[in-house]
């Protein structure tokens, strides 16, 4: 797989929050296309801005999610306070487990607890 790439308005406003919230660096930009990875040598999100971009839709409706991502952290509870700083805004969901926001452009995602197998997150 090289990346995963989420359509928006605006790439570099969406590339811009995920840089701060997953800590990489915006590793590449051209017209069009803006990726945030570990490395410029590493796969990572690339963001791609569309006319016309419609928001998904939490938990369902039209358009419904295409997708979300899943992001590790030590504290859920703490963490809740700096990505919504970022940008990110609550969505509502029963699981009491893990928390589920959206970014700017609309695109779900989830603060899950760092399972035990996982590598110290710092």
């Not at 703490?78 to 609550?90: F, I, Y």
Request: charged fraction near 15%; hydrophobic fraction near 40%.
């Amino acid at each position: 797989m090289h990346h995963v790439v989420l359509n928006c308005a605006d790439a570099e406003e969406l590339a811009g929050f995920y840089s701060a919230l997953l800590g990489f660096p915006i590793t590449y930009r051209s017209p069009g296309w803006v990726v945030v990875a570990e490395n410029e040598h590493s796969s990572g999100l690339a963001f791609q801005p569309v006319e016309h971009y419609l928001p998904p839709v939490w938990p369902e409706g039209s358009p419904g999610q295409q997708l979300h991502l899943d992001l590790m952290v030590s504290d859920v509870d703490a963490a809740d306070e700096w990505v919504v700083s970022l940008g990110a805004r609550r969505l509502p969901t029963d699981d009491t487990v893990h928390a589920v926001y959206a970014d700017p452009a609309g695109h779900p995602f989830c603060l899950i607890p760092k399972p035990g197998w996982a590598p110290r997150i710092d």
